[in-house]
C-alpha cells in the first residue's frame, strides 16, 4: 500500500522507541517496589499503569501501520477501535486520578495523565472515521496520536521517577532518622 509505505521510517523509530521505554518502565517499576508505601496500588493504577499501556498503544500502531495490508479500511478498523477502547481507558483513568489518595494532582498531572491521552485516542477514532475519504489527513493524524502518546508516556515515566526520588525517598529517610 503505498500511502503506509512512506510511513515506514517514522513507525520504525517510534515503535523501537515505545518497545526500549515499556521495557524501563518495568525496570523503574521493579526499582519502586522495594520502596512501597501507603496506597501505592491506587496510585500506581491511576498513573503508572496508563504509561505502559499509552507505550505499548503507540507499539500496537507501529505494528499496525507495518503490516501488509490490501486497503486502509482494515488498519484504520484496528485504529478506530484502539481509539474508541482507548477513550473508554483514558476516561477511567481520569476517574482513578480523582479517586485515589496518594497523591492530590495538580494541572500538569491532569494535563498529561487525562488531557493528553484522551485528546490522542479521541484523534484515533476520529481519523478511522475519514481515512477513506481523507487517507493523507488521517495517516498524518494517526502519526501526531502516535508522537502524543509517546510523548505522554515518556513525561508520565519521568515525572513517576521523579515523584519517587525527589519526594517518597527523602520522607522515607526523614523517616528512619
Same mark, same amino acid.
Given at each position: 500500500?503505498? =500511502? ?12 523501537? #522507541? ?11 517499576? &521493579?526499582?519502586?517496589?522495594? *520502596?512501597? !508505601?501507603?496506597? &501505592?496500588?491506587?496510585?500506581?493504577? #491511576?498513573?503508572?499503569?496508563? $504509561? $505502559? ?10 505494528? /499496525?501501520?507495518?503490516?501488509? @495490508?490490501? !486497503? ?5 478498523? %484496528? @485504529?478506530?477501535? %484502539? ?6 481507558? !483514558?476516561?477511567?483513568?481520569?476517574? *482513578?486520578?480523582? $479517586? ?6 495538580? +494541572? =500538569?498531572? @491532569?494535563? +498529561?495523565?487525562?488531557? $493528553? ?11 478511522? +472515521?475519514?481515512?477513506?475519504?481523507? &487517507? *493523507? =489527513? ?6 501526531? #496520536?502516535?508522537? %502524543? ?8 515515566? @519521568?515525572? !513517576?521517577? #521523579?515523584?519517587?526520588? /525527589?519526594? *517518597? ?5 526523614? =523517616?528512619?532518622?
Amino acid at each position: 500500500m503505498p =500511502e503506509l509505505a512512506k510511513w515506514d521510517n517514522f513507525y520504525v523509530i517510534v515503535g523501537s #522507541a515505545a518497545g526500549a521505554l515499556i521495557g524501563l518502565q518495568f525496570v523503574v517499576l &521493579t526499582l519502586v517496589a522495594q *520502596r512501597p !508505601s501507603r496506597n &501505592t496500588a491506587e496510585g500506581g493504577y #491511576a498513573f503508572g499503569s496508563p $504509561t $505502559t499501556v499509552h507505550f505499548s498503544s503507540v507499539l500496537f500502531l507501529a505494528a /499496525l501501520l507495518h503490516a501488509p @495490508w490490501n !486497503s486502509l479500511s482494515g488498519a484504520a478498523c %484496528l @485504529w478506530g477501535a %484502539l481509539g474508541v477502547v482507548g477513550v473508554g481507558y !483514558s476516561l477511567i483513568v481520569i476517574r *482513578r486520578v480523582r $479517586t485515589q489518595s496518594a497523591y492530590k494532582p495538580v +494541572f =500538569e498531572d @491532569w494535563l +498529561f495523565h487525562a488531557f $493528553t491521552p484522551l485528546v490522542s485516542y479521541a484523534a484515533l477514532a476520529i481519523a478511522a +472515521f475519514a481515512a477513506s475519504s481523507h &487517507t *493523507r =489527513e488521517s495517516l498524518f493524524c494517526v502519526g501526531g #496520536a502516535a508522537l %502524543l502518546l509517546l510523548f505522554t508516556g515518556i513525561h508520565n515515566a @519521568w515525572d !513517576s521517577v #521523579a515523584y519517587h526520588v /525527589l519526594e *517518597r525517598l527523602p520522607e522515607k529517610h526523614a =523517616e528512619r532518622q
